[in-house]
């Protein structure tokens, strides 16, 4: 069966300090994988996806990035991070587009 | 641009009590998928149920039940004898290229 992981489960920063979330799926290949971002009693924001290696899309302008360096491997990072840059961080996976998103337990990220 | 309302942003009911959570699609595709997510207070995303454009029959599944009508563009979602435990978001999505997501539904379930 396919799990999904994402680390840290929490994370207190700095503004101004760099940022690497990282998200990896078992069982299942060249799944399709998404970075959403939560904000306190907010709806979902979908901020990349990738449909495979080095295929980065992104939903939203900001001073956050993403990387699929392996088939199963989705990372976001900042190299600055803003106050505005805290949330809930949630990764997924799909088999196609239109298929069900499965998501890991998130990150929460307080920059402080 | 596609939209998915969830008009209702909070529902409060006495465990027991049956609740209905409503969803209205904006859709212009013949096909597309709607699903309902939950989001208990863990934060993770639990995944409920996925439906397609063209099977319009409800589903039921335990105390869980999904009424999908075209002609509305509805997919309500009802949980029948509501626990403590249904404390959550709801979220309704409709998907064709990407997913596009309700506001969600804080349902609080009163013992």
């Known amino acids: 069966s396919q799990t999904i992981h994402q680390w840290p489960a929490t994370l207190v920063q700095p503004v101004g300090s760099p940022l690497s979330l990282e998200c990896t799926v078992e069982?299942?290949?060249?799944?399709?994988l998404y970075w959403y971002r939560q904000a306190a009693g907010r709806g979902l924001q979908l901020l990349f996806y990738?449909?495979?290696?080095?295929?980065i899309s992104s939903e939203v302008p900001q001073n956050l990035s993403a990387s699929r360096p392996q088939d199963r491997q989705f990372i976001l990072s900042s190299k600055k991070l803003l106050l505005s840059d805290s949330g809930f961080y949630l990764c997924?996976?799909?088999?196609?587009?239109?298929?069900?998103?499965?998501f890991g337990p998130g990150t929460r990220l307080t920059v402080l | 641009a596609q939209k998915v309302t969830q008009a209702q942003t909070e529902i409060s009911v006495v465990e027991k009590e049956d609740v209905t959570l409503d969803c209205v699609y904006e859709?212009?595709?013949?096909?597309?998928?709607l699903f309902w997510y939950k989001q208990p207070p863990s934060g993770e995303l639990v995944f409920l149920i996925r439906?397609?454009?063209?099977d319009e029959q409800n589903e039921i599944s335990g105390r869980y039940s999904w009424n999908f009508q075209k002609s509305t563009s509805s997919f309500n979602f009802t949980i029948t004898a509501s626990q403590v435990v249904d404390s959550a978001v709801y979220f309704c999505?409709?998907?064709?290229?990407?997913?596009?997501w309700g506001a969600g539904t804080k349902l609080i379930i009163k013992p």
């Open positions: 999505a409709d998907s064709n290229y990407q997913l596009i």
């Open positions: 990738s449909v495979g290696i080095g295929q």
């Open positions: 069982g299942t290949s060249n799944p399709n």
């Open positions: 439906r397609n454009s063209f």
């Open positions: 859709t212009r595709d013949t096909t597309y998928y």
């Open positions: 997924a996976w799909s088999e196609g587009t239109t298929d069900t998103q499965y």
